[in-house]
């Protein structure tokens, strides 16, 4: 049987940016276990790890320029994934994690079989829907990286 902490409480999704760096343009989300954002420490934080994690050049045949990072402070520890589109319909996926200790001290847990939270996991599903209603399946037929941009998630779940 299962033992919980605590009950389910609902987190705030919240859109912080459209960051452009190096060609990428990427969509910010924050995520906190207490507060409505987290930190501008951590936000900042995740920008760096990101800009060490995404390739370059970020357009090719093959990438679009596009993704999307999440910062998660969670409640026990903080979260940093970062994920952009490839070959049409993948999503790369890389996930950092620091403890509350230690919170600028990240380390990469993408190699493990972690992949994200139930809270991480609904803005992935959204960042999915979004993908695929405005490249994949485009009512015009004509892929549009541009609107899958301007999808937004802001919720709380």
Request: proline share 4%; hydrophobic share 35%.
């Amino acid at each position: 049987m299962i033992e919980l902490s605590e009950s389910y409480q609902k987190r705030p999704i919240r859109f912080l940016e459209l960051w452009e760096i190096n060609d990428w343009k990427i969509k910010m989300y924050g995520i906190s276990y207490k507060n409505d954002l987290p930190s501008h420490d951590l936000i900042s934080k995740a920008k760096e790890i990101a800009q060490q994690s995404l390739p370059v050049p970020a357009i090719t045949e093959n990438r679009y320029g596009a993704g999307f990072v999440g910062v998660h402070d969670g409640k026990d520890a903080n979260f940093i994934f970062v994920d952009w589109w490839s070959n049409e319909n993948e999503l790369q996926h890389h996930v950092y994690i620091s403890t509350k200790e230690e919170p600028n001290m990240f380390k990469e847990y993408t190699n493990t079989s972690l992949i994200a939270c139930c809270w991480d996991l609904k803005l992935m599903s959204f960042e999915r829907d979004s993908w695929v209603d405005t490249v994949l399946n485009h009512p015009s037929g004509k892929p549009s990286v541009e609107e899958y941009l301007q999808k937004q998630l802001n919720v709380d779940i």
